[in-house]
Structures are given as structure tokens and as C-alpha cells.
């Protein structure tokens, strides 16, 4: 059975910190699952480590529903959120309710996420209302990098500060049950965590929220472009994917590759009558 929103947030209750991962696929998913991570995020930060863009705001709705069915058919017991991508909840509140519906129906997603405080509050409570559980997002919002003029962390100044304050409150009360806090610096991030009765989950946050998400790329070490500084790599696949490749390009070119053992066999019966129908003799 998979983890619900009332079991996420008992956890917060209890003091037990709260694990969530991305996937974007139905074979990572399915190895995570077995891990016994609480949530899978299927984040529309699949645009850059999966499809190559260099942010997020170029993925679409039709981009998202398709991994997000992978990812679903691939586990059982994970909660899987669905990321909602740039401009699909903000033209409207009639937007935002079809948007989030096709998670959940076309997705099979348990849950949507998105980002915004104070400002998306309104969109969040409706969808809540229609009976599809929200998770929050604030701090960093890779969506508003442009005006927020790059990745960079938020909330040190006491304004930007109390802002973000105000947007976990905005987004509590709008019925989020919980919030993901990027980028924020530690001590505001404590905060933020002791404030809300809603679990925080952070990534570059520090440790004390209530619980983590990391990109999987960054996690085991396959997204070559940069490995962020609140990331720690577990894992270096990606070396191994290039030893592996370097290998079967080395085996296949010398001739080594494949041998009898990778190979099927026919009736030599069968083989001699084709040889002979053929002119193929010797």
C-alpha cells in the first residue's frame, strides 16, 4: 500500500524525518521503491536532467503526464507527486483544476506539486477543495528563475526573510500538506519548520526540516553538468556507465563480442538446406 498524506504527516508528528526522491522512469522508480522512500517526486526538473533543456520552464504538461505514468507503473508503495510545469496553474484557477485532475487521472499521481506562497494560495485551496492533496513549494522556484535572475539562494535579507514566513503560512492555511523549502539557509528553514504544522521537506535547507529531497541524478552521480552544493553523491554511475560503454566499444571492435555464450543456435538440418537453397556451401 502506498505512503499517504495522513502517514506523511503523522511522521512529522512523531519526529521521524521524511525521505522523498525524484524519478522519471519506471526502472529507477521500481529500484527506488524497494529503498523505502516515503515519496517520489517526478519534478519537471526532468527538462534539464532528462531532456537536456537548460531549465525547467521549457517542459510541458504532455512531458510531465508521461514520466509520471512511468514512474507510477513502477511502484507500489511510494506516494508519487506530480510536478505541475511553468504557466499550468497560474492563467487561471479553471487551468490549474485540469491541470492538476490529469495528474491524477491520466498520471495516476496521489499528489500535485507547485510552486509559489502567498500568491498561488487561492489555486492551492481549490484544489484541495476538489480533493487532490497539494504540496507546496517556496524559496527557490526554478519555474521563476528568471525573475528571481538565476539559482541563487533566497530568504537571507529580513524582508525576504519574513516573505517566505508569510508564504508557508499563506500556503498551510491554503491547505498544502507540506512545503518544500529550496534553497533556503538553515536557521530560517528551523523556523519555518517549528511555524507550520505541515512537514517541510528541504533541499538545501538544512537538517533541520522535516524531511529531504534530492535530484536522483545528483544522488548517484549521472547528470555530468554540475552537482549542486547541497547534494551529496552516493553514488558515481555515471562512471560506470562510461567504463561499461568503453568496454562493449572495445569488445565489439576487437571481435570479442558477442561470443557463442550471447549468441542462439539452429538445427543444423534446418542450416544446411538454407546453405544449399543459397549457393552457400563451405
Do not use: W
Request: hydrophobic letters at 45%; one cysteine or more; charged letters at 20%.
Amino acid at each position: 500500500m502506498r505512503f499517504t498524506i495522513a502517514q506523511i504527516r503523522e511522521m512529522k508528528e512523531r519526529g521521524e524525518k521524511i525521505t522523498m526522491l525524484t524519478a522519471y522512469d519506471y526502472s529507477t522508480a521500481k529500484v527506488l521503491d524497494d529503498t523505502g522512500v516515503q515519496m517520489l517526486l517526478v519534478g519537471d526538473s526532468l527538462g534539464m536532467v532528462m531532456l537536456g533543456y537548460e531549465s525547467t520552464i521549457p517542459v510541458t504538461m504532455d512531458d510531465m503526464l508521461h514520466h509520471t505514468k512511468a514512474v507510477v507503473r513502477g511502484t507500489k508503495k511510494a506516494h508519487v507527486v506530480g510536478d505541475m510545469p511553468f504557466m499550468t496553474y497560474h492563467t487561471s484557477v479553471a487551468d490549474a483544476l485540469r491541470n492538476a485532475a490529469r495528474f491524477i487521472q491520466e498520471g495516476g499521481a496521489q499528489s500535485v506539486k507547485l510552486e509559489g506562497g502567498e500568491n498561488v494560495a487561492e489555486v492551492v485551496a481549490r484544489i484541495v477543495s476538489c480533493g487532490i492533496p497539494v504540496m507546496g513549494h517556496i524559496g527557490l522556484t526554478p519555474q521563476s528563475m528568471n525573475q528571481l535572475s538565476g539559482f541563487k539562494v533566497q530568504g537571507k535579507s529580513l524582508e525576504a526573510a519574513e516573505r517566505l514566513m508569510k508564504d508557508a503560512i499563506a500556503l498551510e492555511q491554503a491547505g498544502a500538506f507540506s512545503i518544500v523549502l529550496e534553497a533556503v539557509p538553515a536557521p530560517l528553514a528551523t523556523l519555518i519548520t517549528k511555524k507550520v504544522k505541515v512537514p517541510t521537506i528541504g533541499i538545501g535547507a538544512g537538517a533541520a526540516c522535516d524531511g529531504q529531497v534530492q535530484v536522483i541524478g545528483d544522488l548517484i552521480g549521472v547528470f555530468p553538468d554540475f552537482v549542486p552544493k547541497h547534494a551529496k553523491q552516493y553514488a558515481r554511475v555515471g562512471d560506470l556507465i562510461k567504463a561499461a560503454g568503453a568496454s562493449y566499444v572495445a569488445e565489439v571492435q576487437a571481435g570479442i563480442f558477442p561470443t557463442k555464450k550471447e549468441s542462439y543456435t539452429m538445427d543444423e538440418s534446418v542450416l544446411a538446406e538454407l546453405k544449399q537453397a543459397h549457393g552457400l556451401e563451405g
